[in-house]
């Protein structure tokens, strides 16, 4: 069992940066793909980028190419997101999430642990 805890969130003005961080505890976290999700109120859960277990890969979805950088440190067993030049539309719950295997990974049900989220609002 995983446990997954998200920081990082607060409000910010469009055009700002924020870093968001995952922390793991409770298993192996270089064993995971991971990945980061966030929820709009009144949207479904929507998937944001993904890295595999030693960083070789990563993916993103297209609203956040080249805003976005997802990294991790498995000495740490953190996950972050780097967030720069954020819009309005970046307005969400952010999660963190762990699965075995770098596949399916836009698929929340493919995840095996979830954190609590954390909130982000832009203001524009």
């Known amino acids: 069992q995983v446990q997954l805890t998200e920081s990082g969130g607060g409000l910010v003005q469009a055009g700002d940066s924020l870093r968001l961080s995952c922390v793991a505890s409770?298993?192996?976290?270089?064993?995971?793909?991971m990945g980061w999700f966030r929820q709009a109120p009144g949207k479904d859960r929507e998937f944001v980028a993904a890295?595999?277990?030693?960083?070789?890969?990563?993916y993103y979805d297209n609203s956040v190419l080249g805003r976005f950088t997802i990294s991790r440190d498995n000495a740490n067993d953190t996950l972050y997101l780097q967030m720069d030049s954020l819009k309005a539309e970046d307005t969400a719950v952010y999660y963190c999430?762990?699965?075995?295997?770098?596949?399916?990974?836009?698929?929340?049900?493919?995840?095996?642990?979830w954190g609590q989220g954390t909130q982000v609002t832009v203001s524009s």
């Open positions: 999430a762990a699965k075995h295997l770098f596949l399916s990974i836009r698929a929340p049900a493919e995840y095996l642990f």
């Open positions: 409770g298993g192996i976290f270089s064993a995971y793909s």
């Open positions: 890295i595999s277990e030693k960083s070789v890969r990563s």
